[in-house]
């Protein structure tokens, strides 16, 4: 474990409170830009609805605006909630070299299932939008 610098803990408690106040801002937010501008969905698409759904506790609306919205979702969670300990203990968590590789293993899964939605999506051969989208 890594002692932090009171500059280190700062900046996570920071952080922290930025995920929770975008967060609470996404129900604020419009429909995607991205989509609004060219007519395709980005590769997140339906990801600010779902996140909104979740944080309504809506969890059946989050699946179906966007399914792996919630999985990013709880991996910002997981993340912020080690930020806090670590800006609360004044030092770094000693993470075991098997769970770094689980871990990036886990999100680049979690980014090519993401990035295979969107093509499918694109091509509609599955996910298709939700009623009243």
Same mark, same amino acid.
């Given at each position: 474990?890594?002692?932090? $610098? !009171? ?15 975008? =967060? ?7 429909? %995607?830009?991205?989509? @609004?501008?060219?007519? #395709? /969905? =980005?590769?997140? %698409?339906?990801?600010?609805? @779902?996140? &909104? =759904? #979740? ?11 966007? /399914? ?5 979702? +709880? ?11 670590? &800006?609360?203990?004044?030092?770094? #968590? ?7 590789? &689980? @871990? *990036? *293993?886990?999100? %680049?899964?979690? !980014? $090519? #299932? ?10 509609? *051969? !599955? *996910? /298709?939008? /939700?009623?009243? +989208?």
């Amino acid at each position: 474990m890594i002692p932090l $610098s !009171a500059r280190a803990r700062i900046d996570r408690v920071l952080w922290v409170l930025a995920i929770i106040g975008a =967060c609470a801002g996404v129900r604020l937010l419009p429909e %995607c830009q991205f989509l @609004s501008m060219t007519g #395709l /969905p =980005c590769p997140m %698409c339906g990801g600010t609805r @779902s996140a &909104a =759904c #979740l944080l309504q506790g809506d969890v059946t609306g989050a699946w179906n605006w966007n /399914p792996w919205a919630i999985a990013w979702v +709880a991996l910002a969670a997981a993340v912020a909630a080690a930020w806090m300990l670590e &800006a609360a203990m004044g030092r770094t #968590l000693a993470y075991p070299t098997w769970w770094r590789r &689980a @871990s *990036f *293993f886990a999100v %680049c899964l979690l !980014a $090519s #299932l993401t990035a295979a939605m969107w093509v499918a999506r694109l091509t509609g *051969f !599955a *996910f /298709p939008w /939700p009623t009243g +989208a």
